[in-house]
């Protein structure tokens, strides 16, 4: 256990200095990849909507079948758009989304997955909008085992915070632009801080939060925290995090910033003055990097709605959002990469499901939703 923490510790000091330098995202990709048991990772965001994806960074992922998937196999990846409706911080298989049995039946198995002899795959939703996901996709060439999913599960709250911090300090990229734009919020309220609890920095949630004044607030440009308990316990970690304190540890702390009988906010503190997070952090001024938020569920897409309320499948929820964007079972197939038979066989579900008679009556069930 003791050489598991280590280990741990060591990998999310690899997360947390790729947010500050994205360059170094690919060996923190290759340190997930080792501590979880994957081949090949990939930082990414999907839309469903647009049905549009970009590989924001990349670990021994093969450049030819990367190239195909962006150029031929994206349209027919059967994971989309249901992958985009698992909850925020989720660690699901391939196989939780859509059976293997199913999945092994499809095109992209068989011209994609199965040539790169992957024999499994975790992701999860580091942030989430309406049909809009970041997401980490990590791929392996063993059998999948319930370890491999608790130990990126460990590393699920770091990668939500590296993918906040890269916002901060790389926002002239192209990529984090465009993954910025994808999404519709950001969790947390984010605040970078000074010497002295000096706020430097505050996203525009951390603003609101502020001003509001009922979890912290902005005392002379110096972050507080209202109830006095957790007021003594940041000061003291952002004195300790200035100094470079060992004891904060690379992982931060969390601090309660409301009692037990309330909702439950919590402060993570982390610091950045480690590692290659000291040198970025050194040209904000910042000590620390403060999240302030809790778990709050995401509004949902008329099609996502659908999906739960009705129960349908991967496959069933493929074809329904192919159905509000083409016409016909032809149009369809090709669109999907089906046959006409099998379009009609998720069609007939799907009228059972809804209490629809044709695919009119679906587009109109999405637009009731809207």
């Given at each position: 256990?003791?050489?598991?923490?280590?280990?741990?510790?060591?990998?999310?000091?690899?997360?947390?200095?790729?947010?500050?330098?994205?360059?170094?995202?690919?060996?923190?990709?290759?340190?997930?990849?080792?501590?979880?048991?994957?081949?090949?990772?990939?930082?990414?965001?999907?839309?469903?909507?647009?049905?549009?994806?970009?590989?924001?960074?990349?670990?021994?992922?093969?450049?030819?079948?990367?190239?195909?998937?962006?150029?031929?196999?994206?349209?027919?990846?059967?994971?989309?758009?249901?992958?985009?409706?698992?909850?925020?911080?989720?660690?699901?298989?391939?196989?939780?989304?859509?059976?293997?049995?199913?999945?092994?039946?499809?095109?992209?198995?068989?011209?994609?997955?199965?040539?790169?002899?992957?024999?499994?795959?975790?992701?999860?939703?580091?942030?989430?909008?309406?049909?809009?996901?970041?997401?980490?996709?990590?791929?392996?060439?063993?059998?999948?085992?319930?370890?491999?999913?608790?130990?990126?599960?460990?590393?699920?709250?770091?990668?939500?915070?590296?993918?906040?911090?890269?916002?901060?300090?790389?926002?002239?990229?192209?990529?984090?632009?465009?993954?910025?734009?994808?999404?519709?919020?950001?969790?947390?309220?984010?605040?970078?801080?000074?010497?002295?609890?000096?706020?430097?920095?505050?996203?525009?949630?951390?603003?609101?939060?502020?001003?509001?004044?009922?979890?912290?607030?902005?005392?002379?440009?110096?972050?507080?925290?209202?109830?006095?308990?957790?007021?003594?316990?940041?000061?003291?970690?952002?004195?300790?995090a200035e100094k470079g304190d060992a004891s904060v540890g690379v992982r931060g702390v969390a601090i309660p910033l409301t009692d037990k009988s309330q909702e439950r906010w919590f402060a993570h503190v982390l610091p950045?003055?480690?590692?290659?997070?000291?040198?970025?952090?050194?040209?904000?001024?910042?000590?620390?990097?403060?999240?302030?938020?809790?778990?709050?569920?995401?509004?949902?897409?008329?099609?996502?709605?659908?999906?739960?309320?009705?129960?349908?499948?991967?496959?069933?929820?493929?074809?329904?959002?192919?159905?509000?964007?083409?016409?016909?079972?032809?149009?369809?197939?090709?669109?999907?990469?089906?046959?006409?038979?099998?379009?009609?066989?998720?069609?007939?579900?799907?009228?059972?499901?809804?209490?629809?008679?044709?695919?009119?009556?679906?587009?109109?069930?999405?637009?009731?939703?809207?």
């Amino acid at each position: 256990m003791a050489s598991e923490s280590a280990e741990l510790s060591a990998v999310i000091g690899d997360i947390y200095d790729a947010a500050i330098d994205p360059a170094l995202w690919q060996r923190a990709l290759g340190s997930i990849c080792a501590f979880v048991g994957g081949s090949s990772a990939a930082l990414l965001w999907h839309d469903s909507a647009k049905e549009r994806s970009e590989a924001l960074h990349l670990f021994n992922v093969d450049p030819y079948y990367l190239r195909l998937y962006f150029e031929k196999y994206l349209p027919l990846n059967p994971m989309f758009p249901a992958a985009t409706f698992v909850d925020e911080g989720i660690v699901v298989a391939d196989e939780d989304i859509m059976p293997r049995a199913e999945l092994n039946k499809t095109r992209f198995y068989k011209e994609w997955i199965k040539p790169q002899g992957t024999l499994g795959a975790l992701s999860v939703n580091l942030e989430k909008g309406v049909a809009r996901a970041s997401m980490i996709n990590v791929r392996m060439t063993v059998p999948l085992k319930d370890e491999m999913r608790r130990r990126l599960g460990l590393l699920v709250p770091h990668l939500q915070r590296a993918v906040a911090i890269s916002r901060l300090f790389d926002q002239h990229k192209a990529a984090e632009e465009a993954l910025t734009k994808t999404l519709d919020h950001v969790e947390a309220a984010v605040l970078l801080v000074g010497s002295k609890a000096k706020i430097v920095f505050a996203n525009d949630m951390a603003k609101k939060i502020l001003a509001e004044g009922l979890l912290v607030k902005n005392a002379g440009n110096e972050l507080r925290a209202v109830a006095p308990t957790a007021n003594h316990l940041l000061r003291n970690i952002f004195l300790a995090a200035e100094k470079g304190d060992a004891s904060v540890g690379v992982r931060g702390v969390a601090i309660p910033l409301t009692d037990k009988s309330q909702e439950r906010w919590f402060a993570h503190v982390l610091p950045l003055r480690s590692g290659r997070r000291q040198q970025a952090a050194n040209n904000y001024g910042a000590v620390a990097a403060v999240f302030i938020g809790k778990t709050v569920p995401d509004a949902l897409s008329p099609l996502e709605e659908l999906a739960k309320l009705y129960g349908l499948s991967a496959s069933e929820v493929r074809v329904f959002d192919a159905v509000l964007k083409t016409d016909g079972v032809k149009a369809i197939a090709d669109r999907l990469g089906l046959s006409q038979a099998t379009v009609k066989t998720h069609l007939h579900k799907l009228f059972q499901k809804t209490g629809t008679k044709r695919q009119g009556e679906l587009v109109k069930l999405a637009a009731g939703l809207k």
